[in-house]
């Protein structure tokens, strides 16, 4: 089982700027899925973006080109730098990792408890 450990979170004005961080437990050379979901109160889980094994990324429409996702393999780390937030990207946001292709392809995978996003002036 992979441990995923979250921070980063918090309140910011909108037009603001947050780094989210997920510590992996394990060499995240070694999975081949990490991605962030978020998940506002009354909606369903979504996809805000993720990076494929060789490092092909996937984003959300409503956050191109205000998100970036990235990781740091030395910190079997990734990482997701919001920019530009509005007050539609708040949501509890959570880290997901799938070591397999099989598991990204079924939804099964190992999820983080989430940190808390909050854009409001």
């Known amino acids: 089982q992979v441990q995923l450990v979250e921070s980063g979170g918090g309140l910011v004005q909108p037009g603001g700027s947050l780094r989210l961080s997920c510590a992996v437990s394990r060499n995240i050379l070694t999975i081949y899925a990490m991605g962030w979901y978020r998940q506002a109160p009354g909606k369903q889980r979504e996809l805000v973006a993720d990076?494929?094994?060789?490092?092909?990324?996937n984003y959300a429409d409503s956050v191109k080109g205000r998100f970036a996702i990235s990781r740091d393999i030395a910190k079997n780390t990734v990482y997701l730098q919001m920019n530009s937030l509005k007050p539609e990207d708040t949501a509890r946001y959570y880290c997901?990792?799938?070591?397999?292709?099989?598991?990204?392809?079924?939804?099964?995978?190992?999820w983080g408890q989430g940190t808390q996003v909050t854009v409001a002036s």
């Open positions: 997901k990792v799938d070591r397999t292709y099989t598991d990204y392809a079924s939804g099964l995978g190992s």
């Open positions: 990076i494929i094994t060789g490092g092909r990324t």
